[in-house]
């Protein structure tokens, strides 16, 4: 079993190009927005409640997946590297795959803010995750994420790990998913 963790800025392509990998593999994609949309309507995202739920839907999710006889999943995020909370979360999900024996690969996108900016209004963005629909708020959303985060690598963070990086400021979501099979042998 093969688990990708997609994972870079907001719209950045992550969803897009996880949909391009999952026509070209065996994998299954779980956007990180599956879990919000489900929750949003019931809980504000900055709630406790909804950080809960979210995080215990996306772990039942992986220990079921990593238990399964599925090729993979490819899982998509946006993950603050400075962010204590979410390399736990990283973590902890990691461990759940390789005590399965699953291949874990880090597959990092990264744009310009310029291109991401306009990705942020893409109609495939707008239809999977309806809370962007508000663009003012998406887009300022965006903005202060950048601001607050790291969210790409800088250095070698990952020199240990199974780890590709793509700038994918000019690439085709198509394009990059076939870099992503190769690479990886998905």
Known sequence: MNFVILFGPLAVGKMTVGQE?????????FHSHVT???ILPYFDMKSPSFKKLVREFRIKMFEEV????LAGLIFTYVWGLDS???CDFINTIVEIFEQENATVCYAELEASTKERLVRNTSPNRLKYKPS???????KKELLETDRKYTLNSQ??????KNHL???????????????IKERFNL
């Open 66 to 69: 990593a238990k399964s006889d």
């Open 165 to 179: 990086k793509i700038n994918n400021t000019k690439l085709n979501a198509n394009k990059v998913a076939k870099i």
């Open 155 to 160: 250095g070698n963070e990952f020199s240990n």
């Open 36 to 38: 919000i949309e489900i």
């Open 21 to 29: 990998l999952e026509k070209i593999t065996d994998l299954k994609l």
């Open 132 to 138: 962007k629909n508000n663009l003012k708020a998406s």
């Open 84 to 86: 204590k909370n979410d």
